[in-house]
Nanobody, 123 residues
């Protein structure tokens, strides 16, 4: 069982930027495909972005394309989400996710979830 730990959330004004980080909390020999989801109040959790083990396959939700960038870190099982040009509608709890086999995307769900980090964008 892998545990994922997110950091980097916070409060930012519209148009600002934030960078989220996620890392597996325990050492493991498994290389995970990783990604990010978010859940706004009163809404279902939705896919944001994902990257394969070495970052060769990357997917984005249409709502964040051109504004968010996902990247894999040099350390094993780390992933980042650079969020630029933030909008109030990006306000949500952001969850890191991991999957053993196959890149996470719509229809290919994660195996593991982090606890989430709050991102609030003020207008």
């Amino acid at each position: 069982q892998v545990q994922l730990v997110e950091s980097g959330g916070g409060l930012v004004q519209a148009g600002g930027s934030l960078r989220l980080s996620c890392a597996a909390s325990v050492r493991t020999d498994t290389d995970y495909n990783m990604g990010w989801f978010r859940q706004a109040p009163g809404k279902e959790r939705e896919f944001v972005a994902s990257a394969s083990v070495h970052g060769s396959l990357i997917y984005y939700a249409d709502s964040v394309k051109g504004r968010f960038t996902i990247s894999r870190g040099n350390a094993k099982n780390t992933v980042y989400l650079q969020m630029n040009s933030l909008k109030p509608e990006d306000t949500a709890v952001y969850y890191c996710a991991a999957r053993d086999l196959g890149t996470i995307r719509i229809g290919v769900p994660p195996d593991y979830w982090g606890q989430g980090t709050q991102v609030t964008v003020s207008s």
